[in-house]
């Protein structure tokens, strides 16, 4: 068709049907919606391993927690109780700094597991784009 004049009426896509409109706004708003879908389960997962891990390392502290009180506290409360001069008081200075580890670990854990680390704000934050983005793409 190159160089040859075209005859009749310039041809032009046809004028799109409010149905063809409405039909690919709705198709777009459900491919939209099966990615939102998709960024909430892989960030729910994401969510879900941090909280796993902030068990774990609660139950390390506990682990540790018990393990040190059984191992050290025999020794360290004798050798505290030559300083001293007191078996009960070296006793309860030992019990004392085992307690502070126990409570520092725990607390570490504890910030970890937050239920506010379970929320999905990367999805929120992308469902509200997209809907700002579509309100304006209908409204423009």
């Known amino acids: 068709m190159k160089g ?43 969510n ?15 682990v540790f927690a018990v393990t040190a009180m059984l191992v050290l506290i025999g020794s360290l409360v004798k050798f505290v109780a030559t300083l001293v001069g007191s078996e009960w008081l070296a006793a309860l200075l030992v019990g004392g700094g085992m307690l502070l580890i126990a409570v520092v670990l725990g607390v570490i854990g504890a910030r970890a597991m937050s239920l506010s680390n379970l929320a999905p704000t990367r999805t929120s934050r992308q469902v509200r784009q997209d809907a700002r983005a579509l309100t304006e793409r209908v409204s423009g």
């Open 48 to 62: 879900v391993r941090s909280l796993f891990i902030g068990l774990a390392m609660m139950v390390l502290a506990a």
């Open 4 to 46: 040859r004049a075209m005859t009749g009426p310039n041809p032009s896509p046809p004028p799109s049907s409010i149905q063809a409109l409405v039909a690919d706004a709705l198709r777009e708003a459900s491919e939209l919606a099966s990615k939102e879908i998709a960024l909430f389960r892989t960030e729910m997962t994401s």
